[in-house]
């Protein structure tokens, strides 16, 4: 198994924790943006830079995901991909996105994006609190404790 990081939108915060989570449950954590990240040297941290361009990034993402493996997104299409290809996806507010949520999830999105395009000001989401931390370490932690090997 192996953890796959939208990284251009990901909290510092949140690849902090899974730094962590890598070294201490020996998890291949690959970032993925389309900027050169700095990480931390590990046998299981790496990054992945690709170009510029509309989901670029998550596109990439699609194509090296296995089917078990999990994905770091808030994005609701790439999470959806990931679930479709077979592997999971957790946002980093701790939510993980199941095929029994993911349909509900991508309306949701989609009516937010035609207010949005209809002159609605709908607001974006609040800041990354502790308690958002806490939720996401929690829950990483929770799946790797029944997907990750031992």
Not at 84 to 91: I, Y
């Amino acid at each position: 198994m192996q953890i796959w990081v939208d990284a251009d939108a990901c909290p510092g915060a949140i690849k902090e924790i899974l730094f962590r989570a890598a070294e201490r449950r020996s998890v291949p954590v690959t970032l993925v943006a389309n900027q050169a990240l700095r990480t931390p040297a590990s046998p299981y941290i790496r990054s992945v830079q690709v170009p510029s361009g509309f989901d670029v990034a998550d596109k990439r993402i699609v194509e090296m995901l296995a089917a078990g493996d999990l994905v770091i997104t808030a994005d609701i299409p790439l999470a959806a991909a990931a679930i479709e290809k077979g592997g999971h996806a957790l946002n980093p507010r701790g939510e993980l996105y199941t095929k029994d949520n993911i349909r509900e999830r991508l309306s949701m999105r989609n009516f937010m994006d035609e207010l949005r395009g209809s002159g609605v000001a709908t607001g974006g989401p609040s800041a990354l609190n502790q308690r958002d931390r806490q939720a996401f370490a929690n829950s990483l932690d929770s799946f790797l404790a029944k997907h990750a090997r031992p």
